[in-house]
């Protein structure tokens, strides 16, 4: 028995003397990729295992980051409190001139394409006394100031760097003479008024009268166009209570046209020769007033000098 154990303890001692002069390296015994995959009937697999690293924030508020945000909103709150106590005192900085220095000045204005229409009239709606920079200039406001002009149809403003602006301009046609009240205007086919004109000066348009005759006038020549033989010797057009139309012609005569139906009245005379051969002759008014009825009544002649009737002795 002594021999059994004497032995085993010596097997025992060679074991371990070899294992401390061999070292292991289980790392190169087997491959990372030869690991088997399987696990023991007790294994399972831990949560915590592979598990991918926390993502980094996008915008990691570093303390660098921090400070500049508190920088920038204590200069805020120290900008905000000094126009604040400014405003209090009754003293506003001059921002148009911070604004010149900063390059949006406008140090020239130029107009174009106008030629009815006055520059102050212009000027006075860009209002270049109070708007001295780019920085307080509302174009879209300036455009319909100008636009509102009588002569001015359309507007556009244009910045030229650094300090230039230009505006041009194109201007309403005159369309119609419009006689109210004893006054002469000059319209365009909208009924815009454009200006007032002296009755020494009269141009040679198409002359309407009355009120509502300038609204109108338009849609009214229009109409007239498709009869050549009557509008041929068109002279005037004159607005009945703003109802119907009066139309006069160079051979003076006068045709009056129904509130409803004036074209209809049109059309009888077009399609009839006998009506137009009194349209042709003049001295002659044709009355289409009545429904269904016309009425002709030939003007008098006027007397010749010297005709009248003595009164004999």
Do not use: C
């Not at 002594?2 to 001692?13: A, E, F, I, M, T």
């Not at 220095?101 to 030629?115: E, N, R, S």
């Not at 009120?211 to 033989?229: D, I, N, T, V």
Request: aromatic share 8%; no cysteine.
């Amino acid at each position: 028995m002594l021999q059994v154990g004497q032995s085993w303890l010596n097997r025992r001692q060679a074991h371990s003397a070899d294992l401390l002069s061999t070292p292991h390296d289980l790392s190169t015994d087997i491959p990372a990729d030869d690991h088997p995959t399987h696990k023991g009937p007790y294994q399972v697999e831990s949560p915590f295992e592979d598990a991918p690293p926390p993502k980094a924030p996008l915008f990691p508020w570093r303390p660098s980051r921090l400070r500049l945000l508190l920088g920038a909103l204590a200069l805020g709150l120290t900008l905000g409190a000094a126009e604040e106590a400014a405003r209090v005192a009754g003293y506003t900085p001059d921002m148009q001139r911070l604004a010149r220095i900063a390059g949006f000045g406008i140090d020239q204005v130029t107009l174009k394409g106008h030629t009815f229409s006055f520059d102050r009239e212009i000027f006075d709606a860009l209002d270049l006394a109070n708007v001295k920079t780019f920085a307080a200039l509302d174009t879209a406001a300036v455009k319909a100031r100008i636009e509102r002009l009588p002569w001015i149809d359309t507007a556009e403003l244009t910045r030229v760097y650094p300090g230039r602006l230009d505006i041009r301009v194109s201007e309403r046609t005159p369309f119609a003479l419009w006689t109210r009240a004893d006054r002469h205007y000059l319209i365009d086919k909208t009924g815009r008024v454009l200006a007032a004109v002296s009755g020494d000066t009269m141009p040679k348009l198409p002359h309407f009268a009355g009120e509502g005759a300038a609204a109108e006038a338009a849609s009214f020549m229009e109409q007239l166009a498709r009869y050549p033989e009557i509008s041929a010797g068109f002279a005037m057009a004159e607005r009945v209570s703003d109802r119907r139309w009066r139309l006069k012609l160079s051979n003076e005569t006068t045709i009056e046209l129904p509130a409803d139906g004036e074209v209809g009245a049109l059309e009888a005379i077009a399609g009839d020769e006998a009506l137009k051969r009194l349209v042709v002759a003049g001295r002659t008014t044709l009355d289409f007033r009545g429904p269904g009825r016309l009425a002709i009544r030939p003007d008098k002649q006027p007397a010749a000098p010297g005709s009248a009737p003595g009164t004999g002795s």
